[in-house]
């Protein structure tokens, strides 16, 4: 294996924005706030300083309540701290953008946000329901507000100062291109799903060109089935190098100029996940070129309904 500590210390400039995001994040996508908290805890100790999180996870609170906790013991700084959430798509008026934000931050207790992201392009009906749908439990859009009104009233939130960058989530590179040629200021993140099973290479290419910084969730395959950390190529690069499947997974999404984000529960998984190290570049092209199955887990790109979340 070659030296690879500086690959979990990378951090990504933001060419739209303000700061440098690690590449090495974790998602707080977990439905317990006691767990959601301890998880946190756990990922600050081994290391972790990207954390991403979500209106939609409904534990903003418990994510603050772990970070507030490394602050004050002065073991972290909040300067050290990318701290991204996202804004939920019964919110997507603009009159109703500032106060979703502020209610973040307040959960929160932060100043500031490192990113804020429009967690996908799709406007449900406005509203407190997070999922609202009809009789026939159909989702009810709303036809009532388009992307790029949402995308102006973000803008207007790194005018006023506590959101250090913008972006998008959960978009197609046609929507994505949509607000690249529209918006007063660029996005600096994409956030979609990514890993060996969607590489995901033309909106990768894309976001090289314009300065986009690509953020890969479900970065080990969500633990779902075809398993990527299952994957023979995966499994056998992961013995040649001494590394575990899931930490040969993450490298590859470093290596290739993405950032990437995975959750776990398990303390030994959090560690695992943050102690990456850099892989020989035959595997890199073993992993581009030797994996044929492609596949999508997540269908909320198509609908906007969070596949991975469950119904209140
Ligand atoms: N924008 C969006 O719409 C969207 C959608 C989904 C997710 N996200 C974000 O992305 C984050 C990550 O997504 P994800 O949950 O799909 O990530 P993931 O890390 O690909 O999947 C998590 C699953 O993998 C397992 N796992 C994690 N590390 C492992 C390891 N080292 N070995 C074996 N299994 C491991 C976890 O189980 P254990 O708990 O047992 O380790 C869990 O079941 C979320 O928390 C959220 O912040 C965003």
Redesign the pocket.
Known sequence: MATGDALRHKRIPLMHGTGAMPAV??????PDPIVTMQ?TKTALEVGFRHF???ER?RNEAAVGDAMQAALKTGTVRREDLFVTT?LWNTNHRPERVKPAFDASLRRLQLGYVDCY?I??PFAFRPGDEQDPRDQHGRVIYDPGVTLIETWCALERLVDDGRCRSIGL??VTLEKLQEIVWAGRIKPAVV???S?PYLPEWELLDFCREHGIVLLA????????SPR??DDPVITSIAQRVHK????VALAWAVQRGTAF??????P???Q??FEISTLPEVAMQEIREGITTKVR??T??ETGV????PRA
Request: charge should be negative.
């Open positions: 994040g974790f998602g707080t996508l977990i998880a991403d999180c979500a996870y996202k992201l967690h996908t989530s959960d956030q979609v799903e890993h969730f479900a970065a080990v395959g969500h633990g779902m990527v950390l575990t499947p899931s930490q984000l995975t959750t776990s529960t398990s030994n998984h959090i695992e996940n887990l997540n909320v790109v969070p596949g991975f979340i």
